[in-house]
Structures are given as structure tokens and as C-alpha cells.
DNA sequence: TTGTAGGCGTTATCAT
DNA sequence: ATGATAACGCCTACAA
């Protein structure tokens, strides 16, 4: 495994050429197709390139083209399971077309956020996908991308950058959790708690603000997105004392994180505590007990960005449509009253 | 957003040449650094490559050298918790030095395993690490992709290639969990099951066989690696009548589908039902009741893959040692006797 | 120390 | 319809 060096399958155009007696040109028409010629010649060319096991170099074909049809989608965190669902998804979208798509984990590190831009660009790729890390923070690793290459922040935005976005309407996700804890009202009369992701993405910021628009008088701690801090949210809030509450959380697993905290601690959900969360991640079906939550229609916004990059590899102008509206899920950690 | 179809910054090293009044080989210099030069010319050069945004075109940089400082990571399913776990400790465990990683998620498809390997191999990556879908599906991706660049086979491996493989000892780690059943004997005398992760994958095969080697005598059924999986085979266990048992299971993916369905119909774990699982994925700790596991040495096994992929950059030889051992952890779900 | 020039593999333009 | 040839951006002998 040492000596080997060549970067492709070490043969190139040119040994075709020679392998079928033609000139390199007619290689290269013969497998791009987009040219007329012979089907005599055609045929030969394809049995040399099948016979010395020939690929095209995408590298070469890239630096001529100043194309390579593909794209680089960036996520904050893999470890997540709602990213990772989305990159996984993402993909699945591009599986029947030619373009191909690159995952980076940016690793909750805005450095490695714009390093892992740079690399896309560098290497040349058509379009750039970014979840943003943070709201601020990002901006550098948004606009780098934005300037050279067709861009779409995707599940989060900077604020005030008019780079297409495609994510789902936190707001209306929050009306519909307000609309539902208001209809246990007289059941559950304790205490209202919103157990938030942040304020420095825009997810984070604007579940918060839009829970609490709905639910001023609701008891607000904010922290980040993790199991983690959801046990942490749940362990200050029996250690205050309360008795039985329903807790919303900004995201699915801070709700594991809450539930699973909860019932360690001997509560019972839902009796003592009702939980909901948000984006129903794969998991949250089967926790216990399963998670009431908000469903991001992530088909649907995949799919919005699939035609994103086929307009632009058209180079058709971007539709800059895309906040989709997620629906309520209700399942036994806050069963309908 | 229409007009610029520019590859990279559109600024070249000539631009920058130009810019600052010497030659382009003199840029070249100054930016790789790697060549004596006088300290006032390379300030100038770095200064106009500033001035303009310059940004190296790794598409050029790449034909020219036929190296890339990138290696591809290809996942079998990126929704499998454990899977996107290793994704974010390999990206991570190289987040220091110059290589960058690119993730391709093959979505439970050795046709599309095939393309992103092909695509990484067209990019001219420098080497591949492969996580196999399929013990013989998978073998074309694996050659195709050792026969060009360095190759590791990651948890998963092809049996009978020669390629270098890193992964966990799956027999030893069954036999952990077979002492660990063993010394329920007397309070569990009812009934052993082993659910396992299908015979199509060399980590399914491994772990089905070792279990069945320590405990013949166990109820054995098979499947595939997910949660859906473990719910129905929980559901079968229940529906042949079985009251008690512990059950040991391939994967944490499906134990947790398993104990899922267990408390969905009534049963408790682990006062009726223990389950053990294996992996240790991040989860696994907040499920209900947390869950007895095999843990993998994933930082080991990363930290190896770190290693071999620097080797072979510098064009050592390959140290094909990678077999880590994995340890029990034990919780709620199968505790000491 | 710095500049000149050739070529990596591909595609597109221009002849033929 | 096919062939010769010139780029694409970069690095590195080699020359100065």
C-alpha cells in the first residue's frame, strides 16, 4: 500500500485516446455525450475506457469547467439527531440526481464552521448549504459563501443577511404548543414552564420569544440544545419545589433531557409533569413516554432545497421562499386534556 | 444572486502577482511557505493577497499535486445515532491538523455507497475510510477504493480483504455481556433472547455468532439494526407467552426498541424484562431506565484511524493493528445481581 | 532570492 | 465528424 501515488484510477483520457486510436477529444465527446458523432466510434471508445478501467477525473474536469455539481451542506452538530436526520435527508434528495452532495460537521465550533466553507469553496463546489451555528458568529462563514457561490442558510438564518432561507415557522410552532397547554388550563393549573436552547441561534431566540409572546406568565430558564441541559432545566426546577407543571422546551432534546431527568428523580410524566418538545426527532417516538411535540415538515423543506440548487445550477434565480409550517404532534408526555 | 458563476474567489495568483509586482511563482512561494524567500517580498505578496481576497484554488492546487489533504468518511446511515457519533469523533479527531474531512452518507444503499465512494475518488481524496453496509454487497466500493487511495474499513469490515480494518472486538464484548447474564443464572432462571442486527453486515454476524457461542442455549431471532426492529421483536417475545428474561441485544438501536415495547405493553425493565444493548450510543444513558451496554473504545478507535490516514499522508507503511476492546457498562436496565 | 515555463487532466474552440 | 490545441489555476524544476 506504499508506493502508490496516483490520485484517480492513474489513467487518463490520453490512454483511452490511445487505446481506441482516436484523439483525446473524441474521448472526451464519447463520454460527456453532449456532442454529435459516431455511434461507430462511440462504442469503441466506451469498450477502451471500460477495458483499461478508465474514470474521469473530476478534479481536471472541475478545474476546466469551473463547475463540479456538487455541493457542500454544513452542520453544527451530527451529534444531534435532528441534524443529523436533516443531512441524512438532504442527501436522500439529491440520491436520483447527478449532483453529489458533501457533509462537514462544523462540531458546535464556529471556527470549524468557516473552515469547513473554505474548504467547499476551495474546492469548488456549486453551491453551499449552511445550518448556522450562531447568529452572530456565523456571519463571516454565511457571507464568505454567499459572495462566491449560490447559498442557503437552512434551519437557522443571520439576522439581516439576505441569503435564502429555508427553515420552518418557529413561531406558528409555538402558537400551536401555546394553544395546546392553554386547553389543559384547568387540569393542570400549577405552572407553566418554557425551557429554552439559547439566544444565540435563531431558533434558540425566536422559540423563546414566541413562547413567551403566547405565554408571558410562563416560568422561562434558557440554556442550549442538549440532553444535558434538559436534566439540568428539570433538576432546578424540582429543586425550586414545584409539584406538577407542564414544561415546554425549545427542542426534542431538551425534552428527553427534561423527561429523562424527571422520572430519575421519581415524578411521573405526565401525571406530575407534562413535557413537550420540538422538531420530533427520530427518537422521541420512543422515549417514555413518547414525546409530545412539534413536527418540522423536513420533506418538505429538503425538497424546497433541492429546487433551490437546481434553479441556480440552471442558474435560474433563486425562489427565495421557505418557511414551512410544522404541525402539532401529540403523543403521552402531554396527551390531549 | 444570478450572474457570478466563478469557481472560487475569482482572484488568482496571478491577480495577486500582478497586485504586489512580482512573479506568480513568487505568490505561490509565499503562500505555501514552504520555500526561503525574503521576509520583506513575502509581506507584500500576502498583503495584496489580502487586499483582493485571494483564496487558493484547491481545484488547481490539486491537479498539480495530485493531493488533496482530504480523506472521505462514508457512513452506511447517518440516522443511526451511533454512526453519526463516529462521523463527528472522526471529523473532530482531525479538526487540528490540515486534513479535512468530507462525510458521504450511503443511506442503506451499496449503490450509493458505490457513487460516493467513486466521487471521492474522483475528487482525488487521499484516502477513504469506508464503514461497509454490506459484508459482500459492499466488497466493489471497498476494492474500487483500496486499489486507488489508502483505505481503512471502519466497525464494519468485508471478509477476506486485505484492507486495514478498525473496529471493536465484537466477540470479546459478547463475552462480557454472556459473564454478565451468567451471574443473573439464579434470579432470571426463565429465559435467555438474543435479538440481533442481521447476518449481512460483519458486526451483525460477529456479535450473533459469539452470543450463540457463550449462550447456545439462548432464544435467538434476527433482524436488522433499528429501533422498528427491536419493537417487533419485543412484541413477538411477549407474544409467545414469555414472562421474564433477559434480553441481550446487537445493538443499542434495537434495545431500545425493544425495552420501547416492552413498557408500551405493560412489562417493567428490569423487574419483569433486563435488556442489554451494545454500542453505547449518547442516548443510551437517558432512556428509561438507562441502559446496560457495551461500550466502544470510540476515541481509540478514531484516534487509530487519525493515525493511519497521517502515516499514510507522510507515505509510511500502514500499521494494520485495529481490533480495540470494548467494556461493559452497566445501568439500570440489566443491573448487578 | 526570484523569474520562466511546462504540465497535471479535462473540455471547448477552432480548424480540417 | 474528427483532430489539434489552448486554456483552467497551481506548483516546481530549472534558469538567471
Redesign the pocket.
Same mark, same amino acid.
Given at each position: 500500500m506504499g508506493i502508490r501515488t496516483? $490520485? /484517480?484510477s $492513474?489513467v =487518463? $483520457?490520453?490512454d483511452v485516446a490511445l487505446h481506441a486510436?482516436? /484523439?483525446?477529444? =473524441? %474521448? /472526451? &465527446?464519447a +463520454?460527456?455525450g @453532449?456532442?454529435?458523432? /459516431?455511434d461507430? +466510434? #462511440?462504442a469503441r471508445v466506451l469498450d477502451s475506457a471500460e477495458a483499461l478501467g478508465?474514470? %474521469? @477525473?473530476l %478534479? $481536471? &474536469?472541475a +478545474? &476546466? #469547467? #469551473?463547475l463540479t455539481s456538487t455541493f457542500g451542506l454544513v452542520i453544527p452538530d451530527l451529534e444531534n439527531p435532528f441534524f443529523s436526520s436533516l443531512a441524512q435527508n438532504v442527501s436522500r434528495s439529491f440520491a436520483q440526481s447527478e449532483v453529489d452532495v458533501l457533509i462537514a460537521s462544523a462540531d458546535n465550533d464556529v471556527v470549524r464552521e468557516l473552515r469547513a466553507v473554505q474548504s467547499f469553496l476551495g474546492r469548488q463546489v456549486d453551491g453551499i448549504v449552511l445550518i448556522p451555528h450562531d447568529e452572530k458568529e456565523s456571519r463571516t462563514a454565511l457571507e464568505n459563501a454567499s459572495r462566491l457561490v449560490p447559498t442557503i442558510q437552512f434551519d437557522r438564518f443571520v439576522p439581516g443577511s439576505d441569503v435564502p432561507f429555508v427553515g420552518c415557522d418557529n413561531r406558528f410552532g409555538m402558537k400551536l404548543v401555546a394553544e395546546h397547554i392553554a386547553k389543559h388550563g384547568q387540569v393542570f393549573p400549577e405552572k407553566v414552564f418554557f425551557v429554552g436552547g439559547g439566544q444565540s441561534s435563531s431558533s434558540g431566540r425566536e422559540r423563546s420569544s414566541a413562547f413567551m409572546e403566547f405565554m408571558p406568565e410562563a416560568n422561562f430558564r434558557d440554556g442550549s440544545f442538549g440532553f444535558s441541559w434538559g436534566q439540568e432545566a428539570a433538576r432546578q426546577i424540582l429543586s425550586e419545589g414545584h409539584q406538577k407543571g407542564i414544561i415546554a422546551c425549545a427542542a426534542d432534546v431538551i425534552a428527553l433531557g427534561v423527561s429523562s431527568m424527571l422520572i430519575s428523580m421519581g415524578r411521573s410524566v405526565p401525571e406530575d409533569f407534562r413535557v413537550i418538545g420540538f422538531d420530533d426527532v427520530g427518537v422521541s417516538f420512543l422515549a417514555h413516554p413518547t414525546l409530545t411535540t412539534v413536527r418540522q415538515p423536513v420533506a418538505e423543506m429538503t425538497s424546497a432545497i433541492g429546487q433551490i440548487i437546481s434553479a441556480s445550477q440552471a442558474s435560474e434565480e433563486f425562489r427565495p421562499l421557505g418557511l414551512f409550517r410544522p404541525a402539532l404532534v401529540v403523543r403521552e408526555s402531554s396527551p390531549k386534556p
Open positions: 496516483e $490520485g /484517480s $492513474g =487518463t $483520457g490520453h486510436g482516436v /484523439s483525446i477529444a =473524441t %474521448v /472526451s &465527446r +463520454l460527456s @453532449n456532442r454529435q458523432m /459516431s461507430e +466510434l #462511440k478508465y474514470q %474521469v @477525473n %478534479v $481536471g &474536469r +478545474l &476546466r #469547467k #469551473k
